[in-house]
């Protein structure tokens, strides 16, 4: 039985926290290698199941320490019919992939959830093509038909929501969004841009958001976006208009280099978190809807901690306070 499914709780007002950059981390910090980017065969094995529950702890740790909610993403990015086929997949072992992801995703959040800090279990779908280039397009209906298997999977399970990440071009958006429309299932759109703040199908932010409403009757619970630093897209976001309400999530990436230079490197920049953290703060004043605060390629927990810090900083204690207020603590 699904908790959220009906009442998604990051509507509500409240922030909501998400890990970092699970494939990048996996990479670099934890030495594992990932054809394909793909981090999904990892919920296969006890091993890499314990491995993914080392990840996700110090993120859940900090959102209940915080009393913040937290929004739980399956490790199935690359676990569609394309990227799946080249792994060796077939399409009934990627539906028990999900299956499985959500299993595990609902065992974090019997340990961690508690009434200050609820959890909302996320399907994960990635893009067909690339995450960092818009490749072959595909029409609305081809996207639906595409997309479907995986999104009526997540609805047999115990998913609350659907989201779909790192999206190049509107109309692979526009057939996510359908497709759960026809299930029944909330769903997200997170979109990518380039150094210039555009999609990498050269739409501009604004334009695929409008176009994804548009085609789908406002369908989106809302957008994101992800896997660009907050430099790349701050410009975008002057002036007014109702798009710019539709973005409720950030989760960007540590590092300033463009996605063609992510794509290159054979080492991490994880930039500088507390950085980071002033981008996210100064991008709420101009996004009055955001709440869902986390990160992309190249961050961590530690990035993580820095954005709460950067937009809900702790109350300071007793002597702290005094002592900033000027009061002698002396007797």
Not at 197 to 204: A, F, I, V
């Amino acid at each position: 039985m699904t908790l959220y499914r009906s009442n998604l709780p990051q509507l509500a007002g409240s922030d909501f926290l998400t890990d970092g950059g699970l494939e990048t981390s996996l990479i670099f910090h934890y030495g594992i290698d990932l054809p394909c980017f793909a981090a999904f065969p990892l919920v296969t094995s006890e091993d890499g199941r314990e491995t993914l529950r080392s990840y996700f702890k110090p993120y859940l740790e900090t959102a209940r320490q915080r009393k913040l909610g937290f929004i739980l993403d399956t490790v199935t990015w690359r676990a569609n019919a394309d990227w799946g086929a080249k792994l060796g997949y077939s399409a009934e072992a990627l539906a028990g992939v999900l299956r499985m992801s959500v299993a595990f995703a609902c065992e974090l959040r019997e340990t961690y959830a508690t009434a200050n800090s609820p959890i909302v279990i996320n399907g994960i779908l990635g893009p067909r093509s690339d995450g960092y280039r818009a490749g072959d397009r595909m029409s609305p209906k081809e996207a639906e038909r595409y997309h479907e298997a995986q999104i009526e999977v997540f609805h047999a399970t115990q998913a609350d929501m659907v989201s779909a990440v790192t999206l190049t071009y509107p109309e692979e958006a526009i057939g996510i969004v359908r497709a759960a429309q026809a299930h029944g299932m909330p769903v997200v759109i997170s979109f990518t841009v380039e150094t210039d703040g555009r999609l990498p199908s050269e739409e501009t932010l604004q334009d695929a958001i409008e176009q994804v409403d548009a085609a789908t009757g406002s369908g989106p619970a809302y957008y994101m976006i992800n896997c660009a630093h907050p430099t790349h897209f701050e410009s975008t976001m002057a002036g007014h208009g109702a798009w710019l309400g539709r973005i409720r999530g950030i989760r960007a990436n540590a590092s300033t280099m463009s996605h063609a230079e992510l794509d290159a490197a054979t080492e991490l920049d994880a930039g500088d978190p507390e950085d980071l953290g002033r981008h996210y703060r100064a991008l709420r004043h101009r996004l009055t809807q955001l709440r869902v605060l986390g990160g992309c390629c190249g961050t961590d927990h530690r990035h993580i901690a820095a954005i709460c810090e950067a937009c809900q900083p702790r109350a300071a204690e007793p002597r702290e306070a005094l002592a900033a207020a000027g009061v002698s603590m002396r007797a």
